[in-house]
């Protein structure tokens, strides 16, 4: 692993006190990374420029959920973490470094440095420690409101005006992120014109292929969306002693716990135990709900780099 100092501590500053509304200001067809109960949406358009949200979700009977909503736009990783380790909560904050070409956060509490498509503690006392996934989906803005009419979406931090009258578009411009994603290279050198230039050698999947990583004990496979798609957009797997269904049918890439039923795609709709099923939602037309299984949403080379080669369904 190597990790090099890029930017000072914060110097993209995280968001430790997040609000909520109704209203979006960004596209239709923007991405946002959502948790659901209560449903909430976290644009990538703000993440873009903040990489972390310190979030608390209520839970059952009262308690609550503290959340860090992740996001690396090198390694365009979505993760949601619980920020609960060992009965104490942890607050998360941008440490300024990569590992990897991957965003390195640090908490609060203990210094410790954690790299974030992994969710492992890589430097400080907590070295070693594993955060918990917390299952999320990525979707449209569109779809997100079509699903959860009465679902909350993040708020921006930044004001619009300044001299030029920036609107919050301007103020969160995707352009530099979506030039990086359309050129053929990776890491930070592409992003950035710094760092050392990084080659890829796998065979049958591009170094920026979206991928769908799961791990479940000692087993973790990542699930190429185009492999995915291949199979008809529903592919029937099993990592550890997860038994999960992942598809693509929703217009991104998620994997649900299999309850069992043999599932098929028919017009671009997901189908199993006599119902159809809401391939980003989980949700049956006869009332019932698949769970969805924790899982990183990240390019290629940063699966690669944490899991091996060998870790890609459908290649080898």
């Keep these: 692993m190597h990790v090099n100092d890029v930017l000072p501590r914060d110097a993209i500053p995280g968001i430790d006190d997040p609000s909520f509304g109704a209203e979006y200001f960004g596209d239709s067809n923007d991405r946002v990374i959502v948790v659901d109960d209560p449903p909430r949406a976290y644009p990538v358009r703000i993440l873009s420029y903040h990489e972390i949200v310190n979030d608390t979700l209520p839970g059952e009977g009262g308690t609550v959920r503290p959340i860090a909503v992740t996001w690396c736009p090198i390694c365009a990783s979505a993760v949601v973490y619980d920020r609960r380790v060992d009965g104490r909560t942890l607050t998360f904050g941008t440490s300024g470094k990569l590992a990897d070409d991957a965003l390195v956060m640090y908490d609060r509490e203990t210094e410790s440095e954690w790299k974030q498509p992994l969710g492992r503690a890589i430097a400080g006392p907590l070295a070693g420690t594993e955060l918990a996934v917390v299952p999320a989906t990525m979707t449209t803005w569109k779809r997100f409101r079509e699903a959860h009419p009465d679902g909350a979406v993040l708020q921006p931090v930044h004001e619009p005006g300044g001299p030029r009258g920036a609107t919050l578009k301007q103020v969160y411009d995707m352009a530099p992120y979506d030039r990086y994603d359309a050129a053929e290279g990776f890491g930070l050198r592409e992003m ?125």
């Excluded at 999947?205 to 291949?230: M, N, Q, S, W």
């Excluded at 709709?269 to 119902?275: A, E, I, R, W």
Aim: overall charge negative; proline content about 5%.
């Design 192 to 316: 950035r014109g710094e760092g050392p230039e990084r080659t890829w050698s796998q065979a049958g999947i591009d170094a920026k292929t979206v991928v769908l990583g799961v791990v479940h004990g000692d087993e973790a496979v990542g699930y190429p969306v185009p492999a995915v798609e291949a199979a008809g957009g529903v592919v029937a797997d099993r990592v550890g002693e997860c038994d999960l269904v992942v598809t693509t049918l929703g217009g991104d890439i998620q994997a649900f716990e299999d309850p069992g039923h043999e599932f098929e795609a028919h017009d671009g709709v997901l189908h199993g135990d006599g119902t159809a099923w809401d391939p980003t939602t989980g949700r049956s037309d006869d009332g019932r709900r698949l769970s969805l299984v924790p899982a990183r949403r990240l390019y290629a080379f940063a699966w690669q780099d944490d899991h091996g080669s060998d870790s890609f369904y459908g290649l080898g």
